[in-house]
């Protein structure tokens, strides 16, 4: 048996976001699991989203540290929408997800988002969360048109 504290600083600001404390009987599968534990970074684009339009709205996702395997890559959920696309890279994933499923979301300068994933055999805390806000508009008339747009010219 070990005797340690393992704390984990997700986005290197000096915080300790994952503190896995021994218990003075952490085994070693225990520690295991808690150095091979994900830990990643999210990034929503764009970051001012239109309610209105058309495309995707994308889910960066950085893998900062342990084992990109453990992650269960059909649980992937933004505000419980799965992604209708899964790029995977070296570094991470790039997330898409269909505009439409959040149409009606508030306006609003700061509307938070919140990502979900599972860990495959985890024995503590199965779920990482992760949320990221950005601006969000409603503009369905993206060419508006002036009715003063045509002067007439008078003799």
């Known amino acids: 048996n070990v005797t340690a504290i393992l704390k984990v600083d997700e986005n290197d600001d000096g915080m300790f976001e994952q503190t896995v404390p021994s218990d003075n009987e952490l085994t070693k599968e225990e520690f295991e699991d808690a150095i091979s534990r994900p830990v990643l970074k999210m990034k929503l684009t ?9 495309g995707v709205l994308t889910a960066y996702i950085e893998l900062i540290s342990g084992d990109k395997n453990r992650i269960d890559q059909n649980s992937w959920g933004l ?3 799965a ?3 899964i790029n995977i890279s070296d570094v991470g994933w790039d997330l898409k997800f269909d505009r439409n499923n959040f149409s009606n979301l508030p306006v609003g ?3 938070f988002f919140q990502l979900t994933v ?3 055999d985890s024995l503590e805390n199965p779920k990482i969360e992760l949320t990221d806000s950005i601006r969000t508009i409603k503009n369905s008339n993206n060419n ?3 009715n003063n747009s045509k002067k007439s010219r008078g003799k």
Do not use: E, W
């Open 46 to 54: 764009p970051r001012t989203f239109n309610l209105d339009s058309n």
């Open 79 to 81: 505000n419980g929408i």
């Open 83 to 85: 992604p209708s696309k």
């Open 109 to 111: 300068d700061k509307t």
């Open 118 to 120: 599972n860990i495959k």
């Open 144 to 146: 508006p048109v002036s």
